[in-house]
Each structure stands twice: as structure tokens, then as C-alpha cells.
């Protein structure tokens, strides 16, 4: 494939907690009277596929990129399906690359030659793209909520997948808040009575939001974004959420939302039994490069994300070519193409996002002013970078 920064056309959610701050702070084009609380702008999800709008591929879907190039978009670092797996093991556990996965999910035990014993025609999430970036508007308090953990999923078929996720605060008013877990001693038994007496919230923990950081949210965590910040969100590829807590509001629709209080607290209990699924790592700030600097960054084992400081002029920014890398600016005014084949440059303003497929060993950046973006890939199983 041809390889290049990859832009896609934004796919705009409205929500009930919703507001205009990417048209006011970002000057995006919004439907009027819309409250649009999330803008996905690389996602591949059954019902949502985002399209290309720029270069050869231009018109062409995620999805249709995914199954066409397969590795020559996604990299080595992504689960491969080009060669056989090993089989799930005694226990009914995944292979490696595939946790979190329902058990009609997993490859086919792998034979005693080696060759699988059925085809496969779809890598993990269905075959499509692992990740999903959005911006994120809250206006209002979005619910009080939980996402799966592959012990849910494992008891659970019905299910979809786990569910990791970061949050990176691209802009942040005095005041803002999310939550962030429960307030130290807090039970869940003492959170059900709450949620029971209708006041569950003196047992949330209350975090500030500062513009510039790094807020992970590991699947099986009770947590909410709160109004005041825009945020930029990486997941991985799962639309499974247990809202907790929904404020005592009514949905769009004027009725109240549905809420999930068993199996969010059920998927809460899977996360407190095993500290190991919080576990991250916060990256060091680091010179990678002439004119290019790490300023933070989050390493967890479903995504490796930076924070990259470029200084005025051009820059080469240093790519892992066993994964894709999303590309958002977070800062500044930016030219980004691939070193080495900077036939096709696209640029990027604050919020923007772009697409490098893997086999790229560096970004060639020029920027007047000098800037800053994040940079997302499927880390290496060894380890981080730098």
C-alpha cells in the first residue's frame, strides 16, 4: 500500500451531556442545536467506519483498509492472522494478543502439524482496527461508569470485549474534575446501600483536571469525565459500558437512561480482586530526537501514547514501523508527512488526527512555530520505547 498520513472525515455523536466546544475552541463545523459530546475520529465499528478523505485512498473505509492490507496497516505489533496461533490452553485461556476475548471469539486449536483447524477470516475485535480516537465535550456530567474486564467477559458471553482507555486533557477549565475510582476505604457494599438511598456520590473519588495530562482507565474502574475539559480519549476497540450512575437525569428522549448497577458492580469487584489490571506505566520526559522531545506519555499493554514537543523548523519524529501510529496535534500548526516518501504532506491544526500505516520509520514534521502531538501505537510485547 501507499503509505501516508491517513486523514478521515470525523463521525459526530450527539449526547445528552453534550455542548459546542469543538466548534468554539477547535472551529469545527457543527449541526446546529446539536449537542455533540463526541467527535470519533478514527474508529471501525460494525455500524461506524470512518472514511478516508484524502490521497489515493480517499472515499475508501477503514474496514475496507483493514481487510485489504491487513499487517501492511496495522504492523507486527497488532495480532496477526496470516499464520497460525497457539491453541487456547488447558484452562480455556487465551493466547497471547488475544485476552479479553469471549471464548466463540479465540482462534481454532491450532493441529498437530501446526495449520489451523479452521479457517480464519477475522483478527481480534472482529478483524477490525484495534483502537478507536475520539474528542470528548462534556458539557454536563456524563454517567457514573464501568467498563468490562476480561474476567466479566469470560463469565459473561454475551459480553463484547474489554474495554482499556486513556484520556488526555487537550484543554481544561479552572474546577474541572473527573472521577476517578472511590474514595480511599470506600466499599462496594457501602456504594450499593448509596446508590439504593439515591446519593452515591460522597463515595466517588473527585480528581482535578490538568491541561496536559495523562488520566488512564483501566477496564473495571468506576469512573466519569466531568464537565470543564476537552478531551482527547484512545480505547481500545469495545462499546460495552455499565452506566452506575446516571445524575438523576433524563436521556435525550426526556425518559431516564438505562443503568447497569449489578453488572457494573460486578465488573467493579473483578477489578479490586486483581491490582494487576491497573497496572501502567507513566513515561518519563525524554529527548528522542533532534528537535524532538517526549514530554509524558502512558504505557499500558493495549497502548503506547506520547506526548511530543517539536521544535520550529523540521523535525523527524521517530516511529515504531511494527504498528500503525495515530497522530493527533495538540498544539500548533503542523506539516506531517512519512520520511521518505513525502510525496503526500497533510496538516494538521489543534485536534487534528492522521494515520501513519506501519513500516514507517520516522515522520517528517515542519512546523513555523514549533508544536506538540500525541502519538499512539500498539506497543511491542517487551516492553516500551525509551
Request: charged content about 25%; hydrophobic content about 40%.
Amino acid at each position: 500500500m501507499e503509505r501516508y498520513p491517513i486523514r478521515f472525515q470525523p463521525i459526530l455523536k450527539e449526547r445528552v451531556w453534550g455542548g459546542s466546544t469543538l466548534a468554539t475552541r477547535l472551529g469545527r463545523k457543527l449541526p446546529s442545536g446539536v449537542k455533540v459530546g463526541e467527535a470519533w475520529e478514527i474508529v471501525d465499528r460494525p455500524d461506524d467506519t470512518s472514511r478516508v478523505v484524502n490521497g489515493p485512498l480517499a472515499g475508501r473505509t477503514l474496514d475496507e483498509l483493514c481487510k485489504e492490507y491487513g499487517p501492511e496497516l496495522l504492523g507486527k505489533n497488532a495480532p496477526r492472522i496470516d499464520k497460525p496461533l497457539p491453541p487456547v490452553d488447558e484452562k480455556g485461556g487465551a493466547p497471547s494478543g488475544w485476552e479479553g476475548r469471549r471464548a466463540d471469539q479465540l482462534p481454532p486449536p491450532v493441529d498437530e502439524k501446526g495449520g489451523a483447524a479452521a479457517a480464519r477470516e477475522r483478527a481480534p475485535y472482529g478483524g477490525r482496527f484495534p483502537l478507536i480516537l475520539k474528542l470528548l465535550d462534556p458539557q454536563d456530567k456524563l454517567s457514573v461508569q464501568v467498563h468490562p474486564t476480561g474476567d466479566y467477559v469470560a463469565r459473561h458471553p454475551e459480553a463484547e470485549a474489554v474495554k482499556n482507555e486513556m484520556w488526555y486533557a487537550l484543554h481544561a477549565e479552572p474546577g474541572a474534575q473527573i472521577i476517578h475510582g472511590l474514595v480511599e476505604g470506600a466499599t462496594l457494599e457501602e456504594l450499593e446501600k448509596a446508590l439504593a438511598g439515591g446519593d452515591p456520590e460522597p463515595l466517588f473519588r473527585f480528581v482535578p483536571v490538568e491541561q496536559g495530562a495523562f488520566y488512564y482507565m483501566p477496564s473495571g474502574l468506576i469512573h466519569a469525565l466531568l464537565p470543564g475539559s476537552l478531551m482527547v480519549e484512545i480505547q481500545q476497540n469495545s462499546d460495552t459500558t455499565f452506566r452506575l450512575y446516571d445524575w438523576k437525569r433524563p436521556g435525550l428522549d426526556g425518559k431516564p437512561r438505562e443503568v447497569h448497577v449489578a453488572e457494573a458492580l460486578e465488573t467493579a469487584a473483578s477489578f479490586l480482586a486483581d491490582p494487576a489490571l491497573a497496572a501502567h506505566e507513566v513515561l518519563a520526559p525524554a529527548r528522542l530526537a533532534d528537535g524532538v522531545e517526549r514530554v509524558a506519555g502512558l504505557h499500558c499493554p493495549f497502548f503506547h501514547v506520547e506526548e511530543l514537543r517539536i521544535a520550529p523548523g523540521e523535525a523527524r519524529v521517530p516511529l515504531d514501523p511494527e504498528s500503525f501510529t495515530i497522530v493527533v496535534a495538540v498544539r500548533g500548526a503542523l506539516t506531517v508527512a512519512c520520511a521518505g516518501s513525502a510525496a503526500i504532506s497533510t496538516e494538521l491544526g489543534v485536534g487534528d488526527s492522521a494515520l501513519i500505516p506501519a513500516g514507517v520509520g520516522a515522520l517528517a514534521v515542519t512546523t513555523s512555530g514549533g508544536g506538540s502531538v500525541l502519538t499512539t501505537i500498539l506497543p511491542r510485547r517487551s516492553g516500551t520505547r525509551g
